[in-house]
């Protein structure tokens, strides 16, 4: 059954980094990976993405300090997330796109404290 997984989410300081992992089970021909965040209260809004061919977007408050890649070998999208501040705390979820289908993982809580 197709599926996605994230993991690597957690409780750490502001200033310090975290790395998102997706892994995407039994989707094949991804064309679109996303990485979206919900804060309590907020609507879930998109802020990092990147194509089949690595090419990457961002989220304006992004501002330089979270990163997303692609390793096609272990066909897992990974975010770095350094410089990390209170405001980034929430729900953080990956999306696979394959053949205008959105695949959603089951959010990874990222907990952010001053």
């Known amino acids: 059954q197709a599926r996605v997984v994230e993991s690597g989410g957690g409780f750490v300081q502001a200033g310090g980094s975290l790395r998102l992992s997706c892994v995407p089970y039994d989707i094949s021909r991804i064309g679109f990976s996303g990485w979206y965040r919900q804060a309590p209260g907020k609507q879930r809004e998109l802020f990092a993405s990147?194509?089949?061919?690595?090419?990457?977007e961002y989220g304006d408050f992004v501002k330089g300090r979270f990163t997303i890649s692609r390793d096609h070998d272990k066909n897992t999208v990974y975010l770095q997330m350094n410089d990390l501040e209170p405001a980034d705390t929430a729900v953080y979820y990956c999306?696979?796109?394959?053949?205008?289908?959105?695949?959603w993982g089951q959010g990874t809580q990222v907990t952010v404290s001053s």
């Open positions: 990147i194509t089949n061919t690595d090419s990457a």
């Open positions: 999306s696979q796109e394959s053949r205008l289908r959105r695949y």
